[in-house]
């Protein structure tokens, strides 16, 4: 649970971003219930305050189908004293343990059917659940958090066991030489200041904190005028404030007075170095710079910065790196943070090529940075990808609130808007100038202190006054609200319009959405399994290069084009197709389709892109040879499914893998390209808001008429006699603090069969319920020895073809108890069946976790592409009377089910770790 690595150019790093433009929402102006106080309102969300000190945000968005309850709590590491070290993140798993009111949370979060989680950062932690928007579900969740608040246990006997759990996630981290060699850059790179501490904290001090401390902490921090609540999604506005009030407002203000951390950090002087020695298969460099805090008017220059060195494929770094083959991969980020922070930036380097070669490519970098100004298109190719990333994350409502706790944290949820206003000003000038101002060698951790007879320091600035920043900010218009969308079987299917065009089959479900948001999915389909023997790794390296460059476009112009079209694309393949997701909105939408078009229908794969290509492929490889997670998926795979040398469908070893990549040429994708690729077997779905016509045209010109000389015949999949005899393998990997222990069963079962539904609500009890399935209650909860559990169903649409499987992270001295505990609750549920209670909280939460499924559109257009592959054509009414079988279950029903299929002596086990070293250890208790 806890939070690492928030990177902005990455995915997840939406959630730390804002917001674009649109029409203002109407301000209430109905009485508000006593002792609440409106704040402010800026682009459709509202800020309230209670009597007792409690900051409420409301986001109302009716376009959606679920509401998500965010509560966030102004304590992180930064807050943690000697000896703390942890405690943040240790009371934020403490919390899940239960409160007076709620006294079994996983059971009620499943029950509800909730999406939930919490996570820890240097300044706050926060816990959010969403969930389908009812009244019922609403009231929940209020008074869950409201109860939790102040009344959670934190009881002795929770933490003897939870201290564990939390042992074993700091330990899963130590398995990821990435990880550690970021956090020892930044604790050399502070002296004093709590960022200089790994947020999860010191094994030593999550093993020992007393639970009188725990509590301390938990009734100083936990407090209504030191959290922000958040509700975001479909709910009225009015009638939320009044039930926020009646669960929140009868807390009483506390006594005692927060005393504001105070902790400066001095300006470096000198640049520092730190080795980290473990076992890997990669090298890395790791840089880190002081830097001002996220409300700082040099933030956003800084945020530029980042982008203009590390972003692929026009970055600087990329660009001295990766086209020089000194590195493999590259990337940064400067995370928004309360006080002083640091941006960082790592490469990583294949064995066999030289550390200190790149080291001193990427130092010559990111010092001329500051001589060699940042050109404009760099700077505004920065800024485009980094507001496109704010106006697509207030698309989303469920990332709102969680986006928020970062900005509340920094010091006030206004700031989103502040840090894109100062986006939207920042010149060449200003990042050239923070660049000299920051990125100095003195101000740099990577290496051995270097005497200097005039030092040259920088002095970080204070964050400035809040208040002032903020006060009387008004903001822009809120984006266009979307409809509100019942998003079930029966009307998913009449709103869809579905036709062909050529060998294209394609459905269209058009709805307003928020911020006129769009999602495509389209599958290429090709080649059978005799044209694809033995060319599994080239059809995956094939579809990879699609975007690599056009006849018209070269790889940075691709990819400047979807971020100028506000639009995420990715080209994936494996298996017998090549997959294109778009997210983008309605008037971007044929330009970002027009770009996709000239990648499949005009790539050129050139040379320089392919060698860069298999060199992050062959990083990404050796990285995983000696990872216990990937070690035991990819041999359990192998056991459970031995397709022959050379199947489409064959999983290799890595160290086979890495030959293929090595062995294969460019002209090797050409000519792939030139024989399989066509839309004969093509599907499209696009849910959202578009023009309808014009997409049809598009789809009728581009692909109508796109054939391959290679005919497409669906290859199917297979059980293998050998896999109905269990199979226990052991894998060891040296100086790996975390082992992973990985599950495989198949069955002859396809997801329409009578049976699939019985086996999924077994499993569902089994292992795929938020912290409170028989797994995790049992070997997480009880025995305290994973922080991750679960186990999960699958069943194949057209071939019968059932999959089981389980896993479990774990330290190795505990194998023992843990694969005692896994056997006696896989034997317990064939022998014993499950309970009606179990059953019906198990189908409510199944249930309502589909609804919310089907509101996400990216999930529908997904599904839809996939639906479109059935010969006879499905739609949505199957998943109708998948819930209706479901609905209707008896316990006898599903306990049959679980002793016919979920049979522990069929299982193929595979684990990996260190079990040597474990052997000479006393377990962990």
């Not at 970098?365 to 485009?384: F, G, I, M």
Request: charged share 25%; aromatic share 10%; hydrophobic share 35%.
């Amino acid at each position: 649970m806890q939070k690492t690595f928030p990177f902005r150019n990455w995915l997840s790093a939406a959630a730390l971003l804002g917001l674009s433009a649109g029409p203002a929402r109407a301000q209430t102006t109905a009485a508000l219930p006593a002792g609440v106080s409106r704040v402010t309102s800026v682009e459709g969300i509202t800020e309230y305050q209670l009597k007792n000190g409690l900051r409420v945000l409301l986001f109302p968005d009716q376009s959606k189908a679920t509401m998500t309850v965010n509560a966030t709590y102004l304590v992180g590491s930064r807050h943690e004293g000697y000896g703390e070290s942890g405690m943040a993140h240790l009371l934020e798993h403490m919390v899940f343990k239960g409160s007076t009111k709620h006294p079994n949370i996983p059971q009620e979060l499943t029950e509800h059917g909730a999406s939930p989680n919490g996570s820890t950062w240097y300044d706050r932690t926060n816990y959010f659940e969403t969930f389908s928007a009812t009244d019922e579900n609403l009231k929940w969740a209020l008074d869950l958090e409201s109860d939790r608040m102040v009344n959670s246990f934190i009881a002795k006997k929770d933490l003897d066991t939870e201290f564990s759990v939390v042992r074993n996630e700091f330990e899963s981290g130590e398995n990821r030489p990435q990880s550690v060699l970021m956090e020892r850059v930044l604790s050399a790179a502070y002296l004093w200041h709590n960022y200089g501490k790994s947020t999860i904290g010191s094994k030593e001090d999550i093993e020992r904190v007393p639970i009188d401390n725990l509590k301390a902490f938990y009734q100083k921090f936990y407090q209504p005028d030191n959290a922000v609540l958040l509700v975001a999604g479909k709910f009225d506005e009015g009638k939320t404030l009044t039930l926020v009030n009646q669960y929140f407002g009868a807390i009483p203000r506390p006594a005692r007075t927060l005393q504001a951390t105070y902790t400066t950090e001095p300006a470096q002087d000198g640049e520092r170095e730190v080795t980290l020695r473990r076992t890997g298969d990669t090298q890395g460099i790791g840089v880190a710079y002081h830097t001002p805090a996220g409300s700082h008017p040099d933030y956003a220059a800084m945020d530029v910065l980042v982008d203009v060195l590390t972003n692929q494929p026009s970055g600087r770094l990329y660009k001295a790196l990766i086209e020089s083959k000194r590195a493999a991969s590259q990337w940064g980020f400067t995370p928004t943070l309360h006080d002083a922070g640091f941006a960082y930036f790592y490469a990583e380097v294949r064995q066999g090529r030289s550390l200190d070669s790149a080291r001193t490519v990427m130092m010559t970098a990111l010092d001329n940075v500051s001589k060699q100004a940042p050109t404009a298109e760099e700077v505004d190719r920065a800024k485009t990808k980094l507001l496109k990333n704010i106006e697509l994350l207030f698309q989303n409502t469920d990332q709102v609130g969680l986006a928020m706790s970062e900005y509340e944290a920094t010091g006030d949820w206004r700031l989103v808007y502040l840090y894109r206003d100062e986006l939207r000003k920042v010149t060449p000038a200003d990042v050239q100038r923070v660049a000299a101002l920051y990125l100095k060698p003195s101000n740099r951790t990577v290496g051995l202190f270097r005497p200097d007879a005039k030092p040259d320091r920088t002095t970080v600035p204070a964050a400035p006054d809040i208040a002032m920043l903020v006060k009387g900010y008004k903001g822009e218009a809120a984006i266009a609200a979307g409809e509100a969308f019942a998003a079930t079987p029966a009307n998913i299917d009449a709103r869809t319009r579905r036709g062909q065009e050529g060998g294209v089959k394609y459905a269209l479900l058009a709805k307003q959405t928020r911020g006129n948001s769009v999602n495509v999915n389209m599958k290429i389909r090709y080649g059978d399994e005799a044209s694809l023997t033995n060319k599994s790794i080239l059809a995956s390296l094939t579809a990879d290069m699609l975007e690599r460059g056009t006849k018209t476009r070269t790889y940075p112009q691709i990819r400047d084009a979807f971020d100028k079209a506000k639009a995420q694309v990715r080209i994936y393949g494996s298996g017998q197709s090549t997959g294109i997701s778009i997210q983008t909105d309605k008037p971007n939408l044929p330009a970002v389709l027009a770009v996709v078009m000239d990648c499949l229908r005009n790539p050129t794969f050139p040379a320089a892109e392919f060698d860069k290509l298999k060199q992050e492929r062959l990083a990404q490889l050796e990285s995983q040879k000696q990872d216990p997670q990937g070690l035991a998926f990819n041999l359990a795979t192998r056991l459970s499914e031995p397709y022959p040398k050379g199947h489409p469908f064959e999983t290799l070893t890595y160290d086979d893998e890495i030959a293929a990549v090595k062995a294969l040429k460019v002209e090797d994708v050409r000519a792939f390209y030139k024989n399989f690729y066509g839309g004969q077997a093509a599907t499209l779905a696009v849910v959202g808001a578009f023009d309808e016509a014009s997409l049809r045209k598009t789809v009728k010109s581009q692909l109508g008429s796109w054939k391959a000389p290679q005919a497409y015949a669906r290859i199917p999949l297979r059980i293998f006699e050998n896999t109905a005899t269990a199979k226990a393998q052991a894998i060891q990997t040296d100086d790996k603090a975390n082992a992973m222990f990985v599950t495989f069963l198949k069955y002859p079962v396809r997801d329409d069969d009578p049976d699939y539904a019985s086996i999924y609500m077994a499993n569902y009890i089994l292992g795929d319920g938020f912290l409170n399935s028989r797994l995790a209650t049992r070997i997480r909860q009880k025995e305290g020895v994973s922080y991750g559990v679960g186990s999960y169903v699958y069943a194949d649409d057209n071939d019968k073809i059932g999959t089981f499987g389980s896993y479990a992270i774990y330290n190795p001295v505990n194998s023992s108890r843990l694969e005692a505990a896994y056997r006696e609750e896989m034997e317990r549920l064939s022998k014993d069946g499950v309970t009606a209670d179990e059953l019906k909280a198990a189908k409510s939460a199944a249930l309502q976790n589909f609804q919310v499924e089907r509101s996400q559109d990216d999930q529908l257009a997904r599904k839809w592409a996939q639906y479109l592959t059935k010969p006879e054509g499905r739609t949505f009414t199957h998943d109708a009377e998948l819930e209706q079988r479901i609905a209707a279950l008896t316990p006898e029903q599903v306990s049959a089910a679980a002793k016919k299929y979920l049979d522990y002596s069929k299982l193929t086990i595979v684990k990996a770790g260190d079990f040597a070293k474990a052997a000479a250890s006393v377990p962990v208790k």
